[in-house]
């Protein structure tokens, strides 16, 4: 990137303010709001370079960040907060500063989220008389934006999980929110103490999304078995239709993939992602011969939904097969290679 012309800082933050405050957010996204309508967007082209000037140097880095606080402390529009999910890290780092900051007031939901639950956890459990409370509630908000950010979604499948949990009360919500971020500090004993207080092990939220899911996407195995013997259920699919058994067979999550085949039903090993591929497929793929072994022989995974898959040419199609055929000793014949 050129160097940027020399002026003042006064001048770079009017700079700034304007780009920022030319976008018509609540214009974009209405009805529905889907990060991909943003990617392409000619009126949202200047700010995506805009944020790109974050890379030039801390000064604009910090002109940058302090413009996007200002902003959003005046207009938190929801559709801002779909375009900043296209970055994600710095999304999350406004997000925790706006819930700490006690004077923004405007209804962004996931800033409230994070706000209420934190506000929750440390007036509903139990802490030691010496622990300083406006510390702790700002670990649990850390925990509750790293859920998040592992739980980024679109408006579709956000609008599902709001629609499936509008009955739940502040309490029950805040109470099932509270578990997942618990599960990202892997907090043995706060994950144990949310659940006595019957904390839903299989809530899906729009914001936090599912604990079991949390645990194995950061393999967190003592955390998911500890869920496990509380009922956790392979249901929760990301916004790209994975489970937590695709995540770990993606991962190469051996010991979760493991877990996940001797707790759960075995109807999870055969499910589909959106591009049409088990876990299994994605364990070969990536060649996790462990994974892959424990998702033939003990989860019985079926290879003929090889033929199915998305995003894969015949080729590779067919170096999979083959690949699958030398894991079960089988003739490659049998695969239709």
């Not at 030319?22 to 009805?31: D, H, P």
């Not at 000619?42 to 370079?49: F, G, I, N, P, Q």
């Not at 408006?155 to 709001?162: D, F, G, V």
Request: with cysteine.
């Amino acid at each position: 990137m050129p160097a940027a012309p020399h002026l003042p800082e006064e001048i770079w933050s009017l700079i700034f303010h304007n780009v920022l405050d030319s976008i018509r957010f609540e214009g974009l996204g209405s009805g529905s709001l889907v990060v991909d309508e943003f990617a392409d967007d000619d009126e949202v082209h200047a700010l995506r370079k805009f944020l790109c000037l974050r890379k030039v140097c801390r000064r604009f880095e910090a002109h940058v960040w302090t413009v996007f606080l200002d902003r959003l402390k005046r207009n938190s529009s929801r559709a801002l907060f779909g375009f900043l999910q296209m970055y994600p890290s710095f999304m999350i780092r406004v997000v925790l500063e706006l819930a700490l900051q006690h004077n923004f007031r405007q209804s962004c939901g996931l800033v409230a989220a994070v706000r209420s639950t934190a506000d929750f956890m440390v007036a509903n459990l139990a802490h030691d008389s010496h622990e300083n409370l406006d510390v702790k509630r700002e670990s649990y908000m850390r925990s509750l934006c790293g859920t998040a950010l592992i739980h980024l979604t679109d408006s579709r499948m956000a609008t599902k999980l709001r629609m499936m949990n509008k009955k739940l009360s502040f309490q029950e919500a805040s109470l099932h929110r509270a578990l997942p971020a618990a599960v990202y500090a892997n907090d043995i004993s706060l994950i144990k103490l949310l659940l006595e207080k019957g904390a839903n092990v299989n809530h899906e939220d729009e914001y936090f999304g599912n604990a079991l899911y949390t645990a194995v996407f950061l393999r967190h195995t003592e955390a998911a078995s500890l869920l496990f013997d509380h009922g956790a259920l392979v249901e929760h699919r990301d916004m790209l239709g994975k489970t937590a058994l695709h995540v770990a067979a993606k991962q190469g999550f051996d010991d979760c993939v493991e877990l996940i085949l001797r707790r759960a039903s075995s109807s999870v090993v055969d499910i589909c992602d959106l591009e049409r591929s088990t876990a299994l497929i994605w364990a070969a793929k990536q060649r996790y011969h462990k994974a892959a072994r424990l998702l033939l022989n003990l989860g019985k995974g079926d290879p003929f939904l090889l033929d199915f898959t998305r995003n894969a040419s015949p080729q590779e199609v067919v170096s999979l097969k083959c690949y699958i055929a030398r894991l079960l000793r089988i003739p490659r014949s049998q695969l239709g290679v």
